[in-house]
């Protein structure tokens, strides 16, 4: 994939307004795809005015590509028609598994173990994805508060693959390498080396689009990928080293709780494009 320096923010409710009014320099928005998989109506007119101004990339939470029990044909066939009609500039999901049996979905991403049965599964998901989208998808790491004993493959090995064996991409959410190190008991400083030691055994080449955001930590500290506030000090220097590895890579600004004025979300847009200059 071509390295491409552009930068985008996620466009959420109380921006729509704001965004189409004054049509800030980004390189593209992206927005959840489930909240428009509805045939008609505002969300999908919002959609269509904000996509005559920018590219769009659509991020989607439920596909569940690690779930034993499949895919929901039912909700492929939805992103499948919003593909059509948006022809986003990107498509992505989670390497997770959300799905259990004859349709019980989480609330939640959930981690799959690394192995290469859990692979050979993602790789078909994927491939099925893709064939109905027509088009490769990128596939995200998650932050993950829990694991599988037993895993067989260390995690950017597992993605090496995936990609390797299917055609996608990674959408690499460095936010979520660093709360995975901190939540393995690393301290701040410890955790950002090892969210660069992540990044170094990425194949080249598998980086689509990278996602920056916030995370807080509770009082029992667990730290969580909450995506409500500014990115932190050490998630920028994983950034600035993923940038120097990957090269200008587009670069997406995610915050979906506590959202605060769009100033502050184009403000942490321009300083990942500087790192990028």
Known sequence: M???????IGWRQPHYEALIAERPALGFIEVHAENFFADGG???????????????????VGLALGSAAGLDDRHLERLGR???????????????????GSGLHAADLLPIPFNDESLALMARHVDAVQQ????????????AYVGWAGDTLAEPEFFNELTRRS???????????????RNAGHGADDAAREA??????????SVGEIHLAGHCERDDGLVIDDHGSRVCDEVWRVYEHAIRCLGPTPTLIEWDTAV??????????????ALQA
């Open 42 to 60: 505002v969300a999908l007119a919002v959609l269509d005015a904000g996509r005559v101004a920018y590219d769009v990339s659509l991020h989607g």
């Open 2 to 8: 071509a390295p491409d320096p552009c930068v985008g």
């Open 196 to 205: 660069m030691r992540w990044v170094d055994a990425i194949r080249p080449g």
């Open 82 to 100: 919003l593909v059509e009609r948006v022809q986003p500039r990107w498509v992505s999901d989670h390497a997770c598994f959300a799905r259990v």
């Open 167 to 181: 055609g996608c991409g990674l959408l690499l959410d460095v936010n979520n390498l660093f709360v995975n190190a």
């Open 260 to 273: 605060p004025e769009l100033a502050v979300l184009l403000a942490e847009a321009g300083r990942a494009r």
């Open 132 to 143: 109905r989208l027509r088009r490769p998808m990128l596939v995200e790491n998650i932050s």
